[in-house]
């Protein structure tokens, strides 16, 4: 891969790296005394060897034929493989916790391996592990294909890529040292976060630059949603992670927001986290990949814009549906909802968009289970935001918040929708990156898809049936007016759910793994499409490669 | 603050509303305007055969 | 008209929309765009909140927490417990039943961050301050399964057998009135002195611990050992005082949920 950079842009590599290590070393020895020290040796371990590999090739042959010609896959080959590790990694864990939940001993008697501590391991590594690399990579990819343009930059790819890597590292591995500020889906701590905005600045600059050098006067939909995510998460991020570090040699830091107004912002962030990062990426992914697949335009380009304005303006009054009956003012939690509703009419408009682009090649859907897996993922997001503004409705929410009925639902969204329509893209794109005629197997593609819509199948019956119970017994009251159920009764009544729950997730982790497993195999074992030229090829149907007529 | 949490809600609450049916005035107009059709007809059929490389 | 009076400039007019100005007019409308459309949702919805006066109800009796159940607070934090407690009792009949009356805005005003928690897999805990004997609490944390037989809560042994660590402690609180916590300087400055008094009873230390926080505050053996200062101190004196930092919502009639 080095091959592809200059000497001055291995230099620069060179520089940014030993720049990291030296934070790193400071913060080593800041945090000496604290779990903060471990991130400093572990930012220092990753930037120096990221140093030598790049140091190693320092004058190796530079790069001859023009590189404008062509794309740059090679930081969206390695953020597909990323993706995919922490997909079998964050997902087993998701596997574990569940199995713990089911049998409590299965925590053993370790600090670290508690559900408070491994469960946001979890959904870190799920969301921005998995999603995140997943939708860096693809991005990537789309930006250059849309815009008919090569990468603005060979060295900022890397470190967005790399430098995204080393936060969900950082983060993972905290929480596991009870490293968190204990906001859901922004546990880590000052240090994390400030490393986060720099590396998410970087990010919107490569694209607004690679954007800049397009070829198309339009700006293809898909952009669009790319750019929301981007520009709303870093917005997301900023305000929620506002702290006052306790002291600069350790992790601890406090919000600076407290109760009324923290509960807003921590919902306000948490409901767009899933609004921006996993919905509106997400779609960027949906109308390229599916057009691209089944080799049709999408239905209405007209109503991907309206439904994109609208995602991007309903979405943020969304959150403090998380807070009904609470404390937050009765005014907010009416707006939160009536726009959770309003938001129905874009959402199914995307998945709408999307199947209506299918209707005429339903025998493709039949034949390729790539293609399979971007309808089901339509499918579900049209379920999972119909029940979501379902659950918004403050009478719904008064049963359905605090049980496992949210758990459901937020699976059915991130299983269903988020992973399905990632592993298809990713199915479409790896023999389109790698020029391979073919994946490796198109039979482990059929079992990764069965045994993903079957696990995500029974987790959410599971879940659904858990929390409506759970829901139900709490509000019971006998005849003379008591509470007919103890908390411990609903306890009691959930194990058999909890343990379909770990069956379905046991299944869709399977799944996951036989994914990676077809990934690797494609990218070692199956011959390259003809010519092994830096030109992209035609299509993945093992046309030719044409270079392109100047 | 000088300004009371009734006045700041009432105003946020009222500028919410025209805001929102401003925006969603604008993006109709721009999404259904006539002339931009053949541009999203053919960014649509753009992302179908764009593996041929940057174009120049 | 105004075409006569651009025409001079009409060159750098063309050379700008050739180059610079066509490529970056539309990404940046969309980052423009993007932003407005988003910004003005949380804007509205948030910044309101922040006229705290009317948003809270005033309890001027309200207590902060001392540096022992601060110090508890945070290892509640760190071992994840919000991941399946809430603490914010809703205004529904059936949670006040439960747990107790509602939670009141007041409560929280000193969380930072606010612990409501989204997910009861375990109760709701906003009410849990002696409810309960030190005790019962130190067993259950130690092992839950022990006094409740169903009960899939983690373990949390450990907490006995590691001490607590104080010395970061007057950091923290300064940080805490940083972001507007009423510390006084003599609390922030006594604050390791203050954990440890708090687990003594009948200690200078102790008595050190009554005058600055006042003679409500619970000053016991809460892990039952004397000997030292353990995590375990400080998480059960942290349980034992939440729903007590205010009087407010006992004293106030508690009204029919929906």
Same mark, same amino acid.
């Given at each position: 891969m080095m091959e592809r950079l200059t000497v001055a842009e291995r230099q620069q590599a060179m520089l940014i790296t030993a720049v990291l290590a030296l934070a790193g070393l400071i913060l080593a020895i800041a945090g000496r005394n604290d779990p903060m020290g471990v991130h400093g040796w572990m930012t220092l371990f990753f930037a120096g060897g990221l140093f030598f590999v790049v140091g190693n090739a320092l004058y190796a042959a530079e790069p001859t034929e023009d590189r404008t010609t062509s794309y740059y896959d090679d930081p969206t080959k390695v953020g597909i493989l990323l993706s995919l590790f922490w997909a079998v990694v964050a997902m087993g864990m998701g596997v574990w916790v569940a199995a713990q939940l089911a049998w409590p001993d299965l925590r053993f008697d370790a600090a670290w391996s508690s559900f408070g501590r491994i469960r946001p391991v979890h959904t870190s590594g799920v969301i921005f592990g998995f999603g995140g690399n997943a939708l860096i990579a693809t991005s990537y990819h789309v930006m250059q294909r849309t815009s008919r343009a090569r990468l603005a930059g060979h060295v900022s790819p890397w470190f967005v890529l790399l430098g995204f890597n080393l936060f969900c590292i950082i983060a993972a591995s905290g929480y596991l040292m009870g490293i968190t500020q204990s906001k859901e889906y922004a546990e880590p701590e000052w240090y994390a976060d400030i490393w986060l905005v720099i590396v998410w600045v970087s990010y919107f600059v490569l694209y607004m630059r690679t954007l800049a050098r397009r070829n198309e006067p339009h700006i293809y939909v898909a952009n669009w949603y790319y750019m929301a995510f981007i520009l709303v998460v870093a917005m997301l991020h900023i305000v929620n992670n506002l702290a006052v570090p306790a002291s600069f040699s350790a992790a601890k830091s406090y919000s600076a927001f407290s109760g009324v107004q923290d509960a807003m912002t921590q919902w306000w962030y948490g409901h767009n986290a899933v609004a921006f990062f996993l919905t509106s990426g997400f779609l960027g992914m949906l109308y390229y990949f599916l057009p691209k697949r089944a080799e049709r335009p999408?239905?209405?380009?007209?109503?991907?814009?309206?439904?994109?304005?609208?995602?991007?303006?309903?979405?943020?009054?969304?959150?403090?549906?998380?807070?009904?009956?609470?404390?937050?003012?009765?005014?907010?939690?009416?707006?939160? /909802?009536?726009?959770?509703? /309003?938001?129905?009419?874009?959402?199914?408009?995307?998945?709408?968009?999307?199947? /209506?682009?299918?209707?005429?090649?339903?025998?493709?859907?039949?034949?390729?289970?790539?293609?399979?897996? /971007?309808?089901?993922?339509?499918?579900?997001?049209?379920?999972?935001?119909f029940e979501g503004s379902f659950m918004a409705v403050r009478a719904v929410n008064s049963l359905s918040h605090y049980t496992d009925w949210t758990v459901g639902h937020v699976h059915a969204g991130a299983m269903g929708w988020v992973a399905l329509i990632t592993f298809g893209s990713i199915y479409a794109l790896v023999p389109i990156l790698w020029r391979r005629e073919s994946m490796y197997s198109w039979k482990l593609v059929e079992w990764h898809f069965w045994l993903a819509l079957i696990g995500t199948v029974i987790y959410v019956f599971a879940m659904w049936n858990s929390g409506i119970i759970q829901g139900l017994m709490w509000r019971t009251y006998t005849e003379s007016g008591t509470l007919a159920y103890s908390f411990t009764d609903s306890l009691v009544a959930m194990h058999p759910y909890y343990v379909a729950r770990t069956i379905g997730g046991a299944f869709f982790l399977t799944g996951a793994i036989i994914g990676a497993f077809n990934v690797i195999m494609t990218i070692r074992r199956v011959r390259q499409d003809t010519h092994e030229l830096d030109y992209p090829t035609k299509s993945e149907a093992g046309e030719p490669a044409v270079p392109v007529a100047e | 603050m000088d300004t009371s949490y009734e006045t700041l809600s009432t105003i946020a609450k009222s500028f919410g509303l025209f805001y929102l049916i401003a925006l969603s005035i604008g993006i109709t107009i721009y999404a259904f305007c006539p002339s931009f059709g053949k541009r999203f007809d053919k960014a649509a059929r753009s992302v179908l055969d764009d593996e041929e490389g940057p174009c120049r | 008209m105004l075409r006569k009076i651009l025409k001079p400039f009409s060159k750098f007019f063309e050379f700008h929309a050739r180059t610079h100005y066509r490529a970056e007019r539309h990404s940046m409308g969309l980052t423009i765009g993007i932003i407005a459309a988003a910004a003005v949702g949380g804007f509205v919805e948030i910044a309101p909140l922040f006229s705290i006066d009317d948003t809270v109800e005033a309890d001027p009796n309200m207590r902060v927490y001392t540096p022992l159940e601060q110090a508890g607070r945070d290892i509640y934090i760190r071992e994840?417990?919000?991941?399946?407690?809430?603490?914010?009792?809703?205004?529904?009949?059936?949670?006040?039943?439960?747990?107790?009356?509602? +939670?009141?805005?007041?409560?929280?005003?000193?969380?930072?961050?606010?612990?409501? $928690?989204?997910?009861?897999?375990?109760?709701?805990?906003?009410?849990? $301050?002696?409810?309960? +004997?030190?005790?019962?609490?130190?067993?259950? &944390?130690?092992?839950?399964?022990? &006094?409740?037989?169903?009960?899939?809560?983690?373990?949390?042994?450990?907490?006995?057998?590691? +001490?607590?660590?104080?010395?970061?402690?007057?950091?923290?609180?300064?940080?805490?009135?940083?972001? $507007?916590?009423?510390?006084?300087?003599?609390?922030?400055a006594n604050a390791a002195d203050d954990a440890r008094g708090q687990a003594i009873p009948d200690s200078d230390r102790a008595y050190a611990v009554e005058e600055r926080y006042g003679e409500a505050t619970n000053i016991r053996f809460f892990d039952g050992r004397r000997d030292r200062l353990t995590e375990m101190d400080a998480l059960v004196a942290y349980l034992q005082i939440l729903g007590g930092l205010s009087d407010l919502p006992r004293n106030m009639q508690i009204p029919e949920g929906d």
């Open positions: 999408i239905y209405s380009y007209r109503l991907s814009i309206l439904s994109f304005w609208g995602i991007v303006f309903f979405y943020i009054w969304a959150g403090s549906h998380h807070l009904h009956y609470t404390a937050v003012p009765q005014w907010v939690q009416t707006l939160g /909802m009536t726009f959770s509703v /309003m938001l129905l009419v874009p959402s199914w408009a995307s998945a709408g968009n999307a199947l /209506m682009t299918l209707n005429g090649a339903w025998g493709k859907v039949r034949d390729d289970a790539t293609l399979r897996f /971007m309808m089901v993922a339509a499918v579900f997001y049209g379920l999972s935001t | - | 994840g417990c919000y991941a399946c407690h809430s603490q914010m009792i809703r205004t529904l009949r059936d949670e006040v039943d439960r747990y107790g009356p509602y +939670s009141l805005a007041v409560e929280s005003q000193y969380d930072h961050p606010m612990l409501w $928690g989204s997910k009861r897999t375990g109760p709701d805990l906003a009410r849990v $301050g002696e409810k309960f +004997s030190d005790e019962w609490q130190v067993q259950h &944390l130690a092992d839950p399964r022990s &006094l409740v037989p169903e009960s899939v809560m983690p373990q949390y042994a450990f907490l006995l057998n590691t +001490s607590l660590e104080t010395a970061s402690l007057p950091g923290r609180l300064a940080a805490l009135r940083t972001v $507007g916590v009423p510390y006084t300087d003599e609390q922030v």
